[in-house]
């Protein structure tokens, strides 16, 4: 496509995060709503590359709440020559229809994804979709490459890394690498002009509640450098991160600019360099004291933390945090990569209820040849820890994780009906409940109900959690119980698993001996 190179005439570029809708029959939680940081990133780096020659608008129908049809709405208002989706592997099919619906308006449209959902698919994606470009990994850089080259008619070529595109002749040029970007203070703060803060602040967000007026998640730093093999990897291993002078430059922009209150820390590892975050949370209590709300929905390293950096987070501002324990048993730790000293994520748990810090807990039950007797010490560690709330998940086998051929080992067959395609992580069936018949859902529901009907834990949930937001996060977790019950209904209808109270039988012959005992 090649543009009148005029300020009149800019390239439009619309930006869409997808909305999933999930069936009447396998409704489950959403695991809330946040400004899609990656899209308003890229947003940022195109403004600041090509300034007027450029007009980006972003929609996210997630928070709307909109089915993919009605992006025919934006496209006739704002006439875009790009199309760009970001998308989880969840979220999959609302993406395709997105692309679909724009190529049936109009065909010269150029359709893009990008997200974890495109990370190393690209040649699969495009024969069964309508997508003419997807990345890999962080775009930042990589898509005002392309842009660039739509704007002045250069060809594609095949030097953009991770930049996977459709050609003329519908033939395919694939990249197998992705993007590295080494240093995160050279790109510009995010397009936050584009994200209605009061819409999400009135939202369901990805921490589960809100203590302050207005809310912004904050990406401080990219990559991992821990091997857990269930992870979708889209920023690589290696570790990156803004110098505590970016963050704080970003916390007062957003603070004064659109008063924002509460500040979401949504990085993989936010903690792993303690001398960082002990920088940030000095320089907050110093400018902003008793002012800031933290929150760390998507969890820290507990057993790297020490009682200096609990302390500063709690007297910065932080009340609550999320803590990623997955399983207790040591096999399964050093299986999946993890590697957590769970004695010390006991410590870490003991120094934020010194402080009135709630906690989150995140556990994953039915890893690849996970015994029942595993699956129970992880049980017996949630009902015993003095977390405030526990999120248990089953583990979603997703195409590209290092977890991926273990489990096809071990049972190829039940990969082939991943249901991971219904907006959210919470009501696919197991992979592991398919492939060795244990009543998983089941486990996880009962395991809920002896959790959060303790009066302990009632009490502790009481004193914690902002009361505006409590009775809304208590049907929550009722819908979700419910939700478990029909689901494992469900898949008792359809794959017919007799059960019984003294044992489950195996109905598909697993590659490793598991001992399978009935739910208690």
């Given amino acids: 496509m090649t543009l009148e ?51 980006v608008r972003m929609v996210d129908m997630k928070v709307l709440n909109e089915e993919p049809e009605l992006i025919v709405n934006y496209l006739k208002d704002f006439n875009p020559h790009i199309v760009g989706v970001s998308a989880l592997n969840c979220e999959m099919s609302a993406a395709h229809k997105i692309s679909e619906n724009t190529k049936q308006y109009n065909t010269n449209i150029i359709t893009v994804l990008g997200g974890p959902y495109a990370l190393h698919r690209a040649e699969e994606i495009f024969y069964k979709s309508t997508f003419d470009w997807i990345f890999n990994g962080a775009a930042d850089l990589t898509f005002p490459e392309a842009v660039h080259c739509v704007i002045t008619g250069e060809d594609l070529g095949n030097d953009i890394v991770g930049f996977n595109y459709r050609k003329e002749d519908n033939s395919l040029q694939l990249s197998s690498g992705q993007d590295s970007i080494e240093d995160l203070n050279a790109l510009p703060l995010p397009a936050w002009d584009l994200i209605d803060f009061d819409m999400y602040a009135g939202t369901k967000n990805m921490a589960f509640m809100l203590k302050g007026k207005r809310y912004a998640s904050l990406f401080t730093s990219r990559g991992c450098p821990y091997l857990c093999n269930y992870c979708h990897d889209l920023f690589t291993k290696k570790y990156v991160y803004q110098s505590p002078e970016r963050v704080i430059e970003e916390i007062a922009y957003l603070y004064e600019n659109y008063g924002v209150d509460e500040f979401q820390i949504t990085d993989d590892i936010f903690n792993f360099h303690k001398p960082r975050l002990k920088a940030i949370f000095r320089e907050v209590i110093r400018r902003w004291p008793g002012q800031l709300k933290f929150n760390f929905p998507n969890g820290v390293r507990a057993d790297i933390l020490d009682a200096e950096c609990i302390e500063l987070m709690c007297k910065a501002g932080t009340y609550w945090c999320g803590i990623a324990i997955e399983t207790v048993t040591p096999r399964l730790q050093k299986l999946v990569g993890k590697n957590l000293d769970i004695d010390k994520v006991g410590w870490a748990i003991s120094e934020f209820n010194k402080y009135k810090c709630g906690v989150t807990g995140f556990f994953m039950l039915g890893f690849p040849t996970e015994t029942a007797e595993e699956i129970e010490a992880t049980i017996d560690y949630i009902l015993r820890s003095d977390i405030t709330i526990a999120f248990i998940f089953h583990v979603n086998i997703h195409p590209g994780t290092p977890i991926f051929p273990l489990a096809e080992k071990e049972n190829a067959k039940a990969l082939e009906k991943r249901l991971t395609d219904e907006g959210t992580y919470t ?46 996060l208590f049907l929550q977790w009722l819908k979700l119980m419910l939700v478990n019950n029909k689901t494992s209904e469900l898949f008792q209808d359809k794959q017919q698993i007799v059960a019984t109270d003294q044992a489950v039988k195996q109905t598909i012959e697993p590659t490793h001996t598991l001992k399978i005992k009935s739910g208690k």
């Fill in 5 to 55: 190179k005029n300020a009149s005439n800019p390239l439009r570029i619309l930006f869409i995060k997808p909305y999933q809708s999930q069936s009447q029959s396998k409704k489950g939680m959403h695991l809330g709503y946040s400004p899609p940081l990656g899209l308003i990133s890229i947003a940022a780096t195109l403004r600041e590359r090509f300034a007027e020659k450029i007009d």
């Fill in 427 to 472: 009501v696919a069936l197991s992979w592991y409940e398919r492939a060795y018949g244990y009543p998983l859902q089941k486990m996880i529901k009962s395991t809920n109900l002896r959790f959060f009907l303790h009066p302990k834990r009632i009490w502790r949930i009481w004193e914690r959690i902002p009361k505006k937001i409590l009775l809304k």
